[in-house]
């Protein structure tokens, strides 16, 4: 095993084959133990496309009769809702009342597998088991049992045996691991997302934070771990809210610096409903500048008014928010956006870093763009 350049990044060898054929020899083993006498004949689901040679290498070792499917699992956003909605794609064999064997890559934080889960027994399956090639415990907080899993690894990024960094590295049989010094030589980056209400700005910054490895920083849900943690800024927030006050720019600019400070070895960060004025904008440039980086990309979501309108309105409807479903408040909101907020598309438009996206689209397919221009 040698290491090996995908794009910008080297990766070094981390698990030899040898290892997984003989994890794989052992999870095969528990598999036909506990199918040994079982009455009926179970599908296994190959979740495309991370457990492509996992799932081939599986079947090769199963002593059962079994069925083959395969699963990839789509995200959409309706009309008029901006909650994500998963469906199942390319499911051929009907699985009302049988036993399900879903075969993974990896598991990380589960997301995936549990609604994948969640979705097979909606659609009538009798039971479901969960088999993955890896499981990172580090990251993995989720409820549901798996049932089988071949090996446990550390939280980190890897490629080979099905596994594939921007598409490439699947057809390695080996599994590798991203060099450090790839990690040391990448300069941290730092995103803005923007987005009207109802354009999916929350679905798309949670997909973004997980594909590229980002913090998060939302002020609201940096100002509440504040207050829980009862920090001197926290206190601070605290006690002005309780007087009905809002919290100060400076207090909300010291929470997004100790933020950057808490946090020196990530990849980078998306600032999620910050700034929202362009002094706001000026001082975050003062706080990133004072640490010697910028802002790489403003990512704003567009979409046309009437559709902002009338998704306030559905989700109002189905949230009990009886004031948001009246036209004037609706309006008043959409004004109000675009008051706060092309001012600061023009600030960032000088400096040459403001990218506008369709957020028109699927969930799926606005999140393309994104990662393109990422």
């Given amino acids: 095993m040698e290491r090996i350049h995908l794009k910008d990044k080297y990766f070094v060898p981390y698990i030899p084959y040898e290892r ?14 506990d199918f040994k006498n079982f009455d009926g004949i179970p599908i296994v689901l190959c979740v495309l496309n991370g457990s492509i ?32 909605t998963r469906k199942v794609l390319g499911l051929t064999s009907s699985i009302k009342g049988r036993t399900i064997i879903v075969v993974e ?11 994948l889960y969640a979705l097979l027994l909606d659609a009538g ?21 798996l049932d089988y899993v071949a090996m446990e690894i550390e939280n980190r990024f890897i490629v080979g045996f099905g596994l594939d960094y921007d598409q490439l590295g699947r057809n390695y049989k080996d599994i590798y691991i991203l060099d450090k010094r790839t990690e040391e ?10 987005g009207p209400p109802g354009a999916g700005k929350g679905t798309q910054a949670a997909k973004l934070v997980e594909r590229f490895g980002l913090r998060h920083v939302s002020t ?3 100002l509440r771990r504040q207050i829980a943690e009862g920090t001197e800024l926290g206190l601070k927030a ?57 802002v790489d990309a403003v990512l704003s979501l567009a979409i046309p008014d009437e559709m902002v309108f009338e998704r306030i309105r559905h989700r109002a409807q189905i949230e009990n928010r009886a ?21 600061i598309a023009a600030f960032y438009k000088d400096k040459g870093v403001y990218q506008e996206v369709d957020g028109t689209g699927t969930i799926d397919e606005v999140f393309e763009k994104l990662c393109a221009l990422m």
């Fill in 20 to 33: 997984l054929e003989k994890a794989i020899d052992d999870v095969a083993e528990r598999i036909n133990h």
């Fill in 53 to 84: 040679l996992f799932t081939g290498e599986l079947m090769k070792r199963l002593n059962f009769p079994c069925e083959f499917s395969s699963v990839r699992l789509s995200s959409y956003e309706g009309t008029l809702s901006t909650g994500i």
């Fill in 105 to 115: 890559d990896i598991v990380d934080t589960g997301k995936t597998i549990t609604d």
């Fill in 125 to 145: 399956a009798e039971d479901v088991k969960i088999c993955t090639m890896l499981l990172k415990p580090e990251v993995y907080k989720k409820d549901l049992k």
């Fill in 185 to 194: 030589k990448a300069p941290m980056k730092h995103y803005l997302i923007f």
């Fill in 220 to 222: 609201g849900d940096l």
């Fill in 238 to 294: 605290k006690h002005l809210i309780d007087q009905g006050l809002l919290v100060p720019d400076e207090v909300v600019e010291g929470m997004i610096a100790a933020e950057l400070d808490a946090n020196p070895d990530v990849k980078g960060f998306l600032f999620d409903g910050f700034p929202r004025t362009t002094a706001q904008a000026e001082h975050l440039d003062t706080i990133l500048a004072d640490r010697g980086r910028k």
């Fill in 323 to 343: 004031d948001d479903t009246k036209p004037e408040v609706i309006q008043n909101r959409i004004d109000t956006y675009h008051a706060k907020t092309e001012p």
